[in-house]
């Protein structure tokens, strides 16, 4: 109560403020009331109006009792009031319309800096920072403009820190209904709101937790097993969406496969109050049995019993489980029976796994190692504790590395041999061991195994081995034949005392030589021998051996040698492989011949053998001389007839042209017949080409009708569809002349048949025991019978024997069949001969068929003749010819300057090498040949085009004439079609 003021009023004064006070605490009253209405309590400092009024001691006593009773009334009054609103934890205020505090209880206070007491009329802008004090001026004057109450939540900062408030203001009105003031009441709701983010907080992550989770997770009520709530997962693994599982039991869905596993769970939750991974099996939406791992838990939620599941899929791992249970069995299975001793540590070393081979091999059976340091292995092999080779896995150990006799790192395994003592009870024997890491998925290490095999056998077998290739070697060294051996590095162990003499290198500096070196002192050059073919087959190194072949593993093979000892030699090679005791191969063996005498003698049979087949040419055409000339006398006789009548019609003023053929009808006879005695007789071989055989033996049996009395009948069967073979002309005449003549002789006393047959023939497997020298294939069969006197068969055993022959003196040589079978055989053919005295002879001759179609029939010139306008310089030394030929040359257009002496027509030709576009020269002149003619010409001018004529040479033939740079040979006699063609060919 303020201090009462000295100087003391008049009655009038005092009761004028009295009945003003009155009427104050009758409006405050009246405020109070209603207020106290609405929220229970009001501030009892505000009410102490008693600062306006002052006690004169000159006031009566009646007048003092009665305002001294009306003053304890209202403080009483007051003070209630006061004490009921601050002990409230609300806080409660009333602001005038100028928004001075009237009113506030002790809360209030607290939100004040320092708790500074408030005085009754202070502006909120003093109590408050101005920002926050123009909110709450805002909402007082909203609250007063709508008369109506306000609530709002609020961010204040009481000192430093911030606080939140829900206040609600509410405005007072006077007894005319005007708002005075306003009441507000603020609950501080700063821990509820921080209470409320902690839970959000919460339940959004346990939201996050529960909808996004891999994990199958679902909610059911305790009560009646409804689920309420599944998340994402649950639908994953049973295939029930969310909404086909909420408000429905697991049972009812058909979930629980089992209702056994179903009752486990809810024995264990009303025994614990949880489930911990639990196995069962469930059933998923589309019928599949699946097994889980489940754990549940009775949680309360907003005041209910529930239950929470999370569950996993663990059918795969199951499978998986089982897949490596079985497997685990299999590898214990296997490493049980392995044949080597086999014993496995973990990773600290302890023995974890002792197979039945090492309890064989050491006597101690696994009972009673397993789980011991892995030291004790050593005890049955040494006699003591010690390491292992496992403990070199790794790491390097010098002095562990020094008690075997070998150790070699091969990865991350490490093998070793060594000699161990204590095995079979002292006796010893020696092992050989690898030992290697185990490793989980990962690649971390787990343990370490070591394998253990006896080799003792073995070390006596490679002790007796290097006994046996010293004994080898010293065999070897001793060999006539020069003989190396290499191993399957490719390197030389052997080289013996006949290859040092034959190569002139020592041994001592070719053993262990090795990159083919071994083949320098045969040819001065690394390269592969025969010896490297045994393993490797290569056709380009096959191709420089003549001879070469294969017998099941040994190889054959003849080739020249340049850098030996003796300079140059033949040698023949067989090459084989070196197997060992076991069978293993271990390399290869080579051994050589010098041949070089033989192939010199061979060389001399074959130029004997040459002659000899010359020679029996000759007497063949011996044989056949009196056929041809009876042919040629009547060639002539043709020529000579027609000749006269061609001048007598001419005489007569007719036109001969049936004369004139029948004349060039029988010159090409007799340029048929000069060709086939030139191709019969000629000495050197043709290279072998397609050929078909029935178009010569046509050809010759034509001549031989000639040349073959008329009491010998020929008879033919000469099949046109018959195959051709790879051969020579030459050697086709040579058969079938030989043979026939051998017919003619047995038939000359009294005549007889000659039949002569071609056809093709497949000979097939099973047929192959009647041709015991022949392979299966297609061959062509030329079969010459005559019905003459027949061989006995001591004749037959010798007919193909040189010089052997039944005739008489002067009638033969006895060279003729022997050259037929050595024609044949050189054609990998075949001969048979049947034969019966009195009953005639058979001779079938197989040559191999190929499938090649070429036509080596002539090719008819047919059509007129095409000339040209080029200048031709033509030289032969017979003036007849040349007068033939510039005749016909200028039929054709030509223009045409002739020589008959090669020295001339070569001075012409120096003079005016411009003037001339085509030579043709005769080949066999006086003076110059014409090689020699077309060769200085062609010095003169390279271009020129140059035809060599010829009727016979031994000195050159078409192949030789065009690389001398001719264009075209053309053999004597010439045909006028056959030039025109040729020429224009060259020309154009």
Not at 171 to 193: N, Q, S, Y
Not at 210 to 225: E, G, N, Q, Y
Not at 326 to 340: H, Y
Not at 831 to 843: A, D, P
Request: with cysteine.
């Amino acid at each position: 109560m303020d201090q009462i003021r000295d100087n003391r009023p008049s009655y009038e004064e005092l009761e004028r403020k009295v009945a003003a006070l009155e009427e104050r605490l009758s409006e405050k009253r009246k405020g109070v009331s209603g207020f106290e209405a609405r929220h229970g309590h009001f501030d009892r400092a505000a009410d102490n109006d008693t600062d306006d009024l002052s006690i004169n001691s000159e006031m009566g006593p009646a007048e003092i009792a009665r305002l001294k009773q009306i003053i304890r009334e209202l403080e009483d009054r007051n003070g209630l009031l006061q004490d009921i609103l601050d002990v409230t934890e609300v806080v409660i205020f009333v602001k005038d319309l100028e928004g001075r505090y009237v009113f506030a209880n002790k809360e209030y206070i607290k939100m004040r800096p320092d708790d500074q007491e408030m005085a009754v009329g202070e502006p909120d802008f003093e109590g408050h920072p101005f920002e926050m004090a123009a909110g709450f001026r805002a909402s007082d004057r909203q609250v007063l403009e709508s008369g109506k109450r306000l609530t709002v939540e609020e961010r204040v900062s009481i000192r430093g820190k911030p606080r939140t408030f829900t206040i609600t203001r509410e405005p007072l009105f006077d007894k005319e209904g005007e708002p005075f003031a306003v009441c507000g009441v603020a609950h501080d709701i700063t821990e509820r709101k921080r209470t409320e983010e902690v839970l959000r907080q919460s339940q959004e992550k346990f939201s996050k937790i529960f909808l996004s989770s891999p994990d199958c997770i679902c909610i059911s009520r305790a009560a009646d097993s409804l689920l309420i709530d599944v998340n994402h997962g649950f639908e994953v693994l049973t295939g029930f969406a969310h909404d086909e599982a909420v408000g429905k039991a697991a049972i009812s869905l058909g979930l629980w496969a089992n209702p056994i596993d179903r009752e486990r769970m809810v024995s264990a939750l009303q025994v614990k109050g949880e489930v911990l991974n639990q196995e069962f099996t469930f059933r998923r939406k589309d019928g599949a049995l699946r097994t889980g791992i489940f754990s549940a838990r009775s949680v309360e939620i907003a005041e209910e019993r529930c239950l929470v599941f999370v569950m996993h899929d663990v059918t795969e791992r199951k499978q998986m489980e089982i897949y490596l249970k079985a497997v685990t069995k299999q590898l214990q299975e296997i490493i049980e029976f392995l044949p080597d001793a086999t014993f496995i540590v973990d990773k600290d070393r302890r023995i974890i796994a002792w197979n039945r081979a090492i309890e064989d091999m050491t006597g101690v059976s696994k009972k009673d190692i397993l789980g011991m340091d892995h030291c004790f292995a050593g005890v049955p092999f040494y006699g003591i504790q010690r390491p292992c080779l496992i403990d070199l896995l790794g790491k390097n150990d010098n002095e562990l590395v020094a008690k075997y006799s070998f150790v070699e790192q091969k990865g991350a395994a490490v093998y070793a041999e060594v000699f161990t003592p204590a095995l079979y009870d002292g006796k010893g024997a020696y092992v050989w061991a690898i030992a290697s890491p185990l490793l989980d998925a990962d690649g971390t290490v787990v343990g370490a195994i070591e394998s253990i095999r006896d080799i003792t056998e073995k070390r006596r077998t490679e002790e007796a081995l290097r006994d046996s290739e010293r004994r080898l070697k010293d065999i070897v060294g001793f060999l006539p034949d020069p003989t190396i051996a290499i191993d399957l590095e490719g390197r030389v162990i052997i080289w013996n005392r006949a290859a040092e003499e034959f190569t002139g290198a020592k041994a001592e500096d070719m053993v262990g030589k090795g990159d083919y070196e071994y083949s320098i002192p045969f040819y001065g050059v690394r390269r592969a021998l025969l010896i490297d073919l045994v393993r490797e087959r290569s056709p380009e190194m096959e191709n420089r051996y003549e001879a070469f072949r294969r017998e099941d593993e040994t190889v054959f093979g003849e080739t020249y040698v340049r850098n030996v000892k003796r300079g140059e030699a033949y040698v023949l090679g067989i090459a084989a492989p070196l197997y060992d005791s076991e069978g293993r191969l271990m390399g290869a063996i080579e051994s050589f011949r010098d041949i070089t005498e033989r192939r010199r003698a061979e060389e001399e049979g074959k130029k004997l053998e040459g002659q000899l087949r010359q020679a029996q040419k000759m007497e063949a055409i011996g044989t056949l001389a009196g056929g041809i000339a009876h042919d040629f006398n009547n060639i002539l006789g043709i020529i000579l007839g027609n000749t006269e009548l061609s001048l007598l019609s001419i005489g007569n003023g007719k036109y001969p042209h049936e004369y004139l053929a029948r004349i060039e009808t029988a010159c090409t006879r007799a340029k048929d017949l000069v060709r086939q005695i030139l191709a019969f007789s000629r000495q050197v071989e043709q290279e072998r080409e397609p050929i078909k055989p029935a178009l010569i033996i046509t050809e010759a049996l034509k001549m031989l009708r000639a040349a073959l009395p008329s009491t010998i009948q020929i008879q033919q069967d000469i099949r046109k569809d018959s195959g051709m073979v790879l051969g020579d002309p030459t050697h086709i005449h040579q058969i079938l002349i030989n043979l026939c003549t051998n017919g003619f002789h047995a038939m000359r006393e009294k005549g007889g048949i000659l039949q002569v047959s071609l056809a093709n023939v497949d000979i097939e497997a099973e047929e192959i025991a009647k041709y015991p020298d022949m392979t299966p294939g297609a061959y062509i069969n030329l079969t010459v019978s005559d019905t003459g006197h027949g061989m006995d068969s001591g004749v037959i055993d010798r007919i193909f024997d040189p010089y052997f022959t039944t005739k008489g003196v002067g009638d033969g040589t006895g060279l003729g069949l022997s050259v037929v079978y050595g024609i044949v055989r050189s054609y990998k053919g075949s001969i048979r001969v049947h034969s019966e005295v009195g009953r005639g002879s058979s001779f079938e001759i197989f040559l191999p068929r190929i499938d090649v179609l070429k036509d080596i029939s002539r090719t008819e010139v047919t059509g007129a003749l095409r000339g040209g306008s080029e200048r031709v310089l033509v030289v032969d030394d017979e003036e007849s010819l040349v007068f033939v030929l510039r005749k016909g040359l200028e039929h054709l257009g030509y223009q045409v300057t002739v020589k008959t002496d090669s020295i001339e027509a070569l001075e012409v030709f120096c003079a005016r090498p411009n003037d001339f576009d085509l030579i043709i020269t005769d080949m066999t002149m006086p003076h110059m040949t014409g090689v020699d003619l077309a060769g200085r010409m062609m010095k003169m001018r390279a271009d020129i085009p140059m035809i060599l004529c010829t009727g016979f040479s031994e000195l050159t033939d078409e192949d030789k004439a065009k690389k001398l740079g001719i264009r075209a040979f053309i053999m004597k006699p010439v045909v006028l079609a056959d030039l025109a063609e040729t020429i224009r060919r060259v020309l154009d």
